[in-house]
């Protein structure tokens, strides 16, 4: 509980240091710009472009790879929103005016057109992703999705790179953005708030600290789509400062869905295959044999599941499984069966003894049920030392 409160105390900070900060900009904005020069910016804004689609790449390839552990849907689909939106900020970054060319000229209208594709993704895809109730798919869809995405980046590179000086205009360079840029950035705020409200609504309903990081993340990038609605020039000091908003809250999203929703759902899921691993180790190092038997009829079915008793005996699985007790002992089985009956029609566990080849083994048998019914019989047997034969009777002896 205390290391809760702290995070949300932390939460608070956050967002009070960083609606201080805006603020700040603000207010300073006149001697901040005088500090500023204009020339230096498209080198750092290529490095904090660059920061964040690292960022967002290395979240693809991460879900990529952990899909084959946690065939997680919400993994896949934060993957590929982030591989998309990567991409668009890649193309954003290399179409910056200022730019070597880069399939064209470097153009403003071309890099903010990438910007809003970027954004209009993330923003819609970040809902669905807060809003989309996780299973696990039983296919691969990777290969598919991979190409989907493909698909939509490369058809709106080519709009965005054949059909520019066709598109409406979204920044006028000296005067600021146009109504449709402040149109479509507006919506992507609501978006984003909306994304923040299903983010605190989930930590209040679970508790779970992520969910702050998610929130954090969703309140610098609100704070970045309102600044990119004011700033009158390209290189000024407002871009520079939504940009380095949206690497805050790309730090976040890392923080949230990177660090703690996936690594956990990997990891809860690598230590479920590590114990059934484990379990099956176990199983295949058991001295004795287990086993399964299913009734069909008046005799039962034999699945043998693991262990060494087979390898004793000198005997396989094709031997045992889909076998009656007469087919594996080949004679007749008539005290035997009754304790498998007693096992299946009374549901109790039961216990005894069989001696074969000259040796003597404990049998015990537990049934399992599903609804009410007996299902099937979990079985095992076991070699018993010699120094414990004497006193216990037979209750059957095969002829093989």
């Given at each position: 509980m205390?290391?809760k409160?702290i995070?949300e105390q ?7 240091a960083?609606?201080?900060f805006?603020m ?6 006149t ?5 500023f ?10 490095v904090?472009e660059?920061i964040?689609?690292t960022v967002?790449?290395s979240?693809?390839?991460?879900g990529?790879?952990?899909?084959s552990y946690?065939?997680s849907?919400?993994v ?8 998309i ?8 970054a290399?179409s ?5 060319v880069?399939?064209?000229e470097s153009?403003?209208a071309r890099?903010?057109w990438?910007w809003l ?6 923003s819609?895809s970040?809902?669905a992703v807060?809003?989309?109730k996780n299973r696990?798919i039983?296919?691969d869809?990777r290969r ?5 995405s493909?698909v939509?980046?490369g058809?709106?590179?080519f709009?965005?790179?054949r059909f520019?000086?066709q ?10 953005t ?6 479509a950035e507006?919506a ?5 708030f909306a ?11 679970g ?6 990081y998610?929130?954090?993340?969703f ?5 970045s789509?309102?600044?990119?609605t004011?700033?009158?020039s390209?290189f000024?000091?407002d871009n520079l400062t ?6 805050m809250?790309?730090f976040?999203i890392m923080?949230g869905?990177y660090?703690?929703?996936i690594?956990r759902d ?11 691993a ?8 058991h001295?004795?044999?287990l086993?399964?038997a299913i009734?069909?009829g008046?005799d039962y079915?034999?699945f043998y ?5 087979l390898?004793q ?14 087919e594996i ?5 008539n005290?035997l ?6 096992a ?6 039961v216990?005894?003894?069989v001696d074969y080849?000259?040796?003597r083994?404990?049998?015990s048998?537990v ?9 099937e019989?979990?079985g ?7 120094s414990?034969?004497?006193g216990?009777k037979?209750d ?5």
């Amino acid at each position: 509980m205390e290391h809760k409160k702290i995070s949300e105390q932390r939460f608070l900070v956050y967002i009070v240091a960083a609606t201080i900060f805006l603020m700040a900009v603000h207010f300073y904005h006149t001697e901040l710009s005088s500090y500023f020069n204009p020339d230096n910016y498209v080198g750092i804004h290529t490095v904090l472009e660059f920061i964040s689609i690292t960022v967002s790449f290395s979240i693809f390839l991460y879900g990529w790879w952990s899909f084959s552990y946690t065939q997680s849907a919400r993994v896949l689909l934060l993957a590929f929103v982030f591989l998309i939106v990567g991409a668009f900020d890649l193309l954003h970054a290399l179409s910056f005016k200022g730019m070597p060319v880069f399939i064209a000229e470097s153009s403003i209208a071309r890099a903010t057109w990438f910007w809003l594709a970027a954004r209009g993704v993330e923003s819609v895809s970040m809902v669905a992703v807060l809003l989309f109730k996780n299973r696990k798919i039983s296919f691969d869809p990777r290969r598919f999705l991979l190409l989907l995405s493909g698909v939509l980046i490369g058809t709106l590179s080519f709009v965005f790179f054949r059909f520019e000086t066709q598109l409406p205009l979204l920044v006028i360079e000296g005067q600021g953005t146009t109504f449709l840029k402040n149109a479509a950035e507006y919506a992507v705020c609501f978006l984003h708030f909306a994304s923040f409200i299903l983010a605190l609504y989930l930590y209040y309903e679970g508790k779970k600290e992520y969910h702050l990081y998610v929130a954090l993340a969703f309140t610098f990038l609100f704070m970045s789509e309102l600044i990119f609605t004011v700033y009158q020039s390209v290189f000024d000091i407002d871009n520079l400062t939504g940009h380095l908003y949206k690497l805050m809250g790309y730090f976040f999203i890392m923080k949230g869905f990177y660090f703690s929703i996936i690594r956990r759902d990997m990891f809860s899921e690598k230590q479920r295959l590590g114990t059934l691993a484990e379990r099956e180790r176990l199983i295949n190092h058991h001295n004795g044999g287990l086993f399964k038997a299913i009734k069909k009829g008046d005799d039962y079915l034999h699945f043998y599941h693991g262990g060494f008793l087979l390898q004793q005996l000198g005997r396989n699985e094709e031997d045992i499984n889909g076998r009656t007790l007469e087919e594996i002992f080949s004679a007749k089985t008539n005290r035997l069966l009754k304790n498998y009956d007693t096992a299946w029609e009374e549901r109790e566990k039961v216990s005894f003894w069989v001696d074969y080849k000259g040796s003597r083994y404990i049998v015990s048998l537990v049934p399992i049920e599903d609804d009410g019914v007996v299902a099937e019989l979990s079985g095992s047997a076991m070699q018993a030392d010699p120094s414990f034969r004497s006193g216990w009777k037979d209750d059957f002896e095969s002829r093989a």
